[in-house]
């Protein structure tokens, strides 16, 4: 959860679930020129500088204190994303970062999904020659919503997917006083995504049914 505006306006907005977008956002509420002087920082697919705007920006909010944002803001979004959609996201975004030679594999990944280890804490410690840095890199990039947003939809005002980020950026615009150009970041790799097999989407199905139960509505 981050404080975009103070005491106005929080977005929860896990990875893969259009981040990349609220970040650049927030980031342009402070540095309202930059899109006009860096265009290609905020480019769809990747350029050279498009992440500088990731240095601190917003202040994370603990999700533990989600309850006393009702009085506290006045928009609370949360971004939600189906699961199939978000799991092949993550696996084609991340297995495009891998250099080593042996074939990353979904039902490996699967099979391993429970021992995995935690991802390093630096994403700058990652190794991307080693299988098992990569599987947790997309663990990391699934990890399910109800961990990120909580398990009461009620305590959003608003609730939006993938293709409404439009809307969340008319509120952003509404309460800033701040018109924002049109972006888009969430698409991260040009890689054809995999074609699942029928029991590859029932394990991601059933994985993440608390995420169905809690935000499908809205997916």
């Given at each position: 959860m981050l404080k975009i505006i103070?005491?106005?306006?929080?977005?929860?907005?896990?990875?893969?679930c259009g981040s990349r977008t609220v970040i650049a956002y927030a980031y342009l509420l402070k540095n309202p020129d930059e899109y006009e002087k860096t265009p290609e920082k905020f480019y769809s697919e990747p350029a050279p500088g498009r992440y500088d705007y990731?240095?601190?920006?917003?202040?994370?909010?603990?999700i533990y204190y989600l309850e006393a944002f009702r009085q506290n803001y006045k928009k609370r979004i949360a971004i939600v994303r189906e699961p199939v959609s978000r799991f092949l996201s993550a696996y084609v975004n991340r297995s495009g970062f891998y250099t080593g030679t042996e074939k990353l594999?979904?039902?490996?990944?699967?099979d391993l999904y429970d021992v995995i280890p935690?991802?390093?804490k630096h994403h700058w410690q990652i190794n991307y020659s080693d299988k098992m840095h990569v599987y947790a890199?997309?663990?990391?990039?699934?990890?399910?919503?109800?961990?990120r947003y909580g398990k009461?939809?009620?305590?959003?005002?608003?609730?939006?997917n993938l293709s409404q980020m439009d809307k969340m950026r008319s509120i952003i615009e509404e309460l800033s006083e701040t018109k924002l150009p049109d972006l888009k970041l969430n698409k991260s790799s040009t890689e054809k995504n995999p074609k699942l097999t029928d029991s590859q989407k029932k394990w991601i199905v059933d994985t993440f049914k608390e995420d169905i139960e809690v935000y499908g509505k809205w997916m």
């Open positions: 103070e005491n106005k306006l929080a977005i929860n907005s896990a990875q893969k990731t240095v601190k920006f917003a202040e994370p909010l603990s594999e979904i039902d490996e990944f699967i935690g991802r390093p890199d997309i663990k990391f990039h699934i990890t399910p919503l109800v961990k009461n939809n009620g305590i959003y005002t608003d609730i939006f």
